[in-house]
T-cell receptor, first 114, second 109 residues
Framework: SAVISQKPSRDICQRGTSLTIQCQVDSQVTMMFWYRQQPGQSLTLIATANQGSEATYESGFVIDKFPISRPNLTFSTLTVSNMSPEDSSIYLC???????????FGPGTRLTVT | GQNIDQPTEMTATEGAIVQINCTYQTSGFNGLFWYQQHAGEAPTFLSYNVLDGLEEKGRFSSFLSRSKGYSYLLLKELQMKDSASYLCAVKYYGQNFVFGPGTRLSVLP
């Protein structure tokens, strides 16, 4: 399966600031996704990162708060904007490989907003 | 919506067998996936079912009944390292994955 890396692995940020999380895959993949996982909870899909076009957001998530880029087939970024303590969570990148159905996850970014 | 139900917590003994159930809404079903997630780590893919029946992978097996909207993950010869959360996820046509709430499994010595 694809090897996925995320940067940073964790960060502590102040309220009102923004953080950009990077996701890099070692091979070309068809789909890239961004999830949020709050403590003790399951995964919630934020958006699908589309190559060269605007991301597709799930209900409850908007581009102004979570802008996403995907300039090529192996790289994507998620920005958490104007952060508040409620944004404290783990943010996970996942991918689907060509001709496969399952998703593989990156190691995650643990964000704490103070 | 596509509600997915799993038991919240389960406990079993080392060496035993445990079955973790998952129920889901059948309309638009296009595949079911099981993931394992250890505390503080990312989910790892375990199995994929799209047709009825049992898929076996070593100590882990996954079963699907599409007509009943039901799946289970069977873990045999439990080991302490199997203590983790197990997530059921369903793919619906025209939509992305929907993850269940997860089942936290504790394996006791």
């Amino acid at each position: 399966s694809a090897v996925i890396s995320q940067k940073p692995s964790r960060d502590i940020c102040q309220r009102g600031t923004s953080l950009t999380i990077q996701c890099q895959v070692d091979s070309q993949v068809t789909m890239m996704f961004w999830y949020r996982q709050q403590p003790g909870q399951s995964l919630t899909l934020i958006a699908t990162a589309n190559q060269g076009s605007e991301a597709t957001y799930e209900s409850g998530f908007v581009i102004d708060k979570f802008p996403i880029s995907r300039p090529n087939l192996t790289f994507s970024t998620l920005t958490v904007s104007n952060m508040s303590p409620e944004d404290s969570s783990i943010y996970l990148c996942s991918v689907t490989e060509i001709s496969r159905y399952e998703q593989y996850f990156g190691p995650g970014t643990r964000l704490t907003v103070t | 919506g596509q509600n997915i139900d799993q038991p919240t917590e389960m406990t079993a003994t080392e060496g035993a067998i445990v079955q973790i159930n998952c129920t889901y809404q059948t309309s638009g079903f296009n595949g079911l996936f099981w993931y394992q997630q250890h505390a503080g780590e990312a989910p790892t893919f375990l199995s994929y079912n799209v047709l009825d029946g049992l898929e076996e992978k070593g100590r882990f097996s996954s079963f699907l009944s599409r007509s009943k909207g039901y799946s289970y993950l069977l873990l045999k010869e439990l080991q302490m390292k199997d203590s983790a959360s197990y997530l059921c996820a369903v793919k619906y046509y025209g939509q992305n994955f929907v993850f269940g709430p997860g089942t936290r499994l504790s394996v006791l010595p």
